[in-house]
């Protein structure tokens, strides 16, 4: 089975000697969150967690993430919640990047470790506790999900990116692969979490522009991205928010695997404001 490593920021504090300007950059189309801006100063907190600190990577406002947002979460020893989702129509996916967690899903205890993945439906019944001995650091990503008549919603799974088998992109010498959780036709998923795979070398040999929303940190490894015109870097622990339709592309340069934990929304229908508008009308 394959191992594989992952960045999961410790906040700290940098020295007075650091030099102020980094890689951190906010625009219309995307937005770059540097490893080296999530530290203790930047930390949230959250009602009903215990020992339990995240920081907010992405969420719902005017000009960024529209349809999701992300945190990291960082839970001590001891620490975790009883009653962790407060929003009844959200559903999430947990991703582990470093320690160990329990997650207590529908009545049934998940040891999650690294690579760990859980998709948990709304209205889900949920605990998530730190039984261990050292800090456990995960994703959260959550979004409302939209219900459609006739489709249910889909139910709750846990599983490890280690047991799902990667799917090569075609004509690329498995140098660009992708670890599915969920069949891209099953409509009952409104949002997809994958994990992105390049060998060193591998592309995505044009500028993507797409109604998808776009949110990806950076797993392992470095390359070069180019955004809406601009070319920038990006490395393991680095986080990008890309807004609907920014062109994007980017080049794997090395000496390893780059690998990034993607979001985006799908099989869903375009809201129509007009629509809204009309069916008020007949009222």
């Not at 020893?77 to 967690?101: I, Q």
Request: charged share 20%.
């Amino acid at each position: 089975m394959a191992r594989n490593t992952y960045y999961a920021p410790q906040g700290g504090h940098p020295p007075q000697t650091q030099l102020l300007s980094d890689r951190a950059v906010f625009t219309e189309a995307y937005a770059i969150i540097p490893k080296g801006v999530l530290r203790d100063i930047v930390a949230s907190y959250l009602p009903f967690w215990e020992n339990t600190r995240l920081w907010v990577l992405s969420r719902p406002m005017t000009g960024f993430s529209e349809t999701f947002s992300q945190y990291i979460v960082e839970v001590s020893p001891g620490g975790g919640s009883n009653k962790p989702e407060l929003d009844e129509g959200a559903e999430g996916v947990l991703f582990v990047v470093e320690g160990e967690m329990v997650l207590t899903l529908g009545g049934e205890r998940h040891v999650m470790q690294p690579g760990g993945y859980a998709f948990i439906p709304p209205g889900s019944d949920w605990t998530l506790r730190n039984e261990s001995d050292a800090a456990v650091r995960f994703h959260w990503i959550r979004k409302a999900y939209e219900f459609v008549e006739g489709i249910e919603a889909p139910e709750a799974f846990v599983t490890n990116e280690n047991d799902v088998e990667p799917i090569a992109m075609p004509d690329t010498d498995e140098k660009w692969v992708t670890t599915r959780f969920v069949d891209q036709s099953d409509m009952r998923h409104d949002m997809h979490v994958n994990i992105v795979t390049f060998q060193p070398g591998g592309v995505i040999p044009f500028d993507e522009t797409h109604v998808m929303e776009h949110g990806l940190y950076v797993l392992e490894g470095k390359a070069v991205y180019h955004l809406n015109q601009e070319w920038v870097e990006v490395e393991a622990g680095d986080y990008m928010w890309l807004r609907a339709f920014c062109p994007q592309a980017c080049y794997a340069g090395g000496p390893g695997p780059f690998r990034y934990l993607l979001y985006k929304d799908v099989n869903r229908h375009m809201k129509l404001n007009a629509s809204a508008a009309y069916r008020g009308l007949q009222r």
